[in-house]
């Protein structure tokens, strides 16, 4: 069966850095896209960031641009969300999910979803 799960979440200090990590079983991702979305207090999940199985990578949120990068290990099946210069802001609770072959940033496309991480930037 599918099943998604991230890691790597935490406190941090406006500034740092964390590497939030999704581990995908049940399915390969050379065929699948994966979707990174967040949901902060009070507001609606977004989409953020997604790497389709060819590698092509998407970001869709302006202010994570430059600061995030999406990358993945196919042997590994494992994705990765790389976030630098980390701000207040950024403190959701972080999703990854998959479901369509391309990338998306509408939550109703993807089908299977991890449990999110916690991601707090505070000093």
């Known amino acids: 069966q599918v099943q998604l799960v991230e890691s790597g979440g935490g406190l941090v200090q406006p500034g740092g850095s964390l590497r939030l990590s999704c581990a995908a079983s049940g399915f390969t991702l050379d065929t699948s896209a994966i979707g990174w979305f967040r949901q902060a207090p009070g507001k609606a999940r977004e989409g953020i960031s997604c790497?389709?199985?060819?590698?092509?990578?998407?970001y869709y949120v302006d202010s994570v641009k430059g600061r995030f990068t999406i990358s993945k290990d196919n042997a590994k099946k494992m994705v990765y969300l790389q976030m630098n210069s980390l701000k207040s802001e950024d403190t959701a609770v972080y999703y990854c999910?998959?479901?369509?072959?391309?990338?998306?940033?509408?939550?109703?496309?993807?089908?299977?979803w991890g449990q999110g991480t916690q991601v707090t930037v505070s000093s």
């Open positions: 999910a998959t479901g369509p072959y391309y990338c998306t940033d509408y939550e109703s496309h993807y089908v299977y």
């Open positions: 790497i389709t199985s060819s590698g092509d990578t998407w």
